[in-house]
T-cell receptor, first 112, second 115 residues
């Protein structure tokens, strides 16, 4: 069964600290994995995309990693800011069909 | 600007009434999707359409209906048969799956409340 699991479910960190969010998936065959940021009451916005051959990709203070062998991805946020408070959703796209498989998200709260 | 637009942003409905949520995209995407999001849960697929005049049920299609008469539009009707319709609804679109690095682009959502 194709599944995407994220951990932790929620996280509270102090402003300026780093954090790492985890995503494990069983989706096969694999095409790409995206991390989305969703602010409360708004639609998700793509942060990074990882394809099968990529191990690390950065987008500003966001760094995503992918281990396609173990089917794990992580999103590392450096020097967190209050505006990073949001839900972070891992989405896996198989290379068959048009369906996307969504994780349940990690709710991140950054406090001053 | 290209994008995907949902309307209205907030919607209130009386029990027993049908209501239609609008989703329009000008990205020339073939595929469109409707998701439901409840507090503490991930996005759940209601319906999706890969081409005009064709659509498939997702994981939670009961109580919902859709149409895809135009490539740009994929309206969702929440019928009175949906027992718990209060939720945040997200529409998304994506290019054909053959496009490398396919991404789903999301609208800003419609929050439906049954009163």
């Amino acid at each position: 069964k194709n599944q995407v699991e994220q951990s932790p479910q929620s996280l509270i960190i102090l402003e300026g600290k780093n954090c790492t969010l985890q995503c494990n998936y069983t989706v096969s065959p694999f095409s790409n994995l995206r991390w989305y940021k969703q602010d409360t009451g708004r639609g998700p916005v793509s942060l990074t995309i990882m394809t099968f051959s990529e191990n690390t990709k950065s987008n500003g203070r966001y760094t995503a990693t992918l281990d396609a062998d173990t089917k794990q991805s992580s999103l590392h946020i450096t020097a967190s800011q209050l505006s990073d408070s949001a839900s972070y959703i891992c989405v896996v796209n198989p290379n068959t069909g048009n369906q996307f498989y969504f994780g349940t998200g990690t709710s991140l709260t950054v406090i001053p | 600007d290209g994008g995907i637009t949902q309307s209205p942003k907030y919607l209130f409905r009386k029990e027993g009434q049908n209501v239609t949520l609008s989703c329009e995209q000008n990205l020339n995407h073939d595929a469109m999707y409707w998701y439901r999001q409840d507090p503490g849960q991930g996005l759940r697929l209601i319906y999706y359409s890969q081409i005009v005049n064709d659509f498939q049920k997702g994981d939670i299609a009961e109580g919902y209906s859709v149409s895809r008469e135009k490539k740009e539009s994929f309206p969702l009707t929440v019928t009175s048969a949906q027992k718990n319709p209060t939720a945040f609804y997200l529409c998304a679109s994506s290019p054909r799956r053959q496009v490398v690095n396919t991404e789903a682009f999301f609208g800003q959502g419609t929050r439906l409340t049954v009163v």
